[in-house]
Nanobody, 125 residues
Framework: QVQLVESGGGSVQSGGSLRLSCAVFGYTYSSYCMGWFRQAPGKEREGVAAIDSDGSTSYADSVKGRFTISQDNAKNTMYLQMNSLKPEDTAMYYC???????????????????WGQGTQVTVSS
């Protein structure tokens, strides 16, 4: 059974930074997609960033240049470094994972099959 556990959310002021972590348990395939999604109140969930087993990354336009996705394979952990945070980044952030079916599937904003419970990020102005 695949389990994803997020940590690192919190409250910061505009311009601040946070680092989210996602520990993955039980995923046994060497090919994978992993990503971060977020959902703000009253809005649809959206993809923020993705990384695949080849190390390729992708980002939503709204976070390019401010967020960085990375992974530590030895720790089975994915990270999202968020800098220059804005109030509009306020949302529940979810990590997700799935098998790597294609580049389009992995980096196309498609929702994956395995999800964490979410961690809240609040940015005040």
């Amino acid at each position: 059974q695949v389990q994803l556990v997020e940590s690192g959310g919190g409250s910061v002021q505009s311009g601040g930074s946070l680092r989210l972590s996602c520990a993955v348990f039980g995923y046994t395939y060497s090919s994978y997609c992993m990503g971060w999604f977020r959902q703000a109140p009253g809005k649809e969930r959206e993809g923020v960033a993705a990384i695949d087993s080849d190390g390729s990354t992708s980002y939503a336009d709204s976070v390019k240049g401010r967020f960085t996705i990375s992974q530590d394979n030895a720790k089975n952990t994915m990270y999202l470094q968020m800098n220059s945070l804005k109030p509009e980044d306020t949302a529940m952030y979810y990590c997700a994972a799935d098998y790597y079916y294609s580049n389009g599937y992995c980096h196309g904003g498609v929702e994956y099959n395995y999800w964490g419970q979410g961690t809240q990020v609040t940015v005040s102005s």
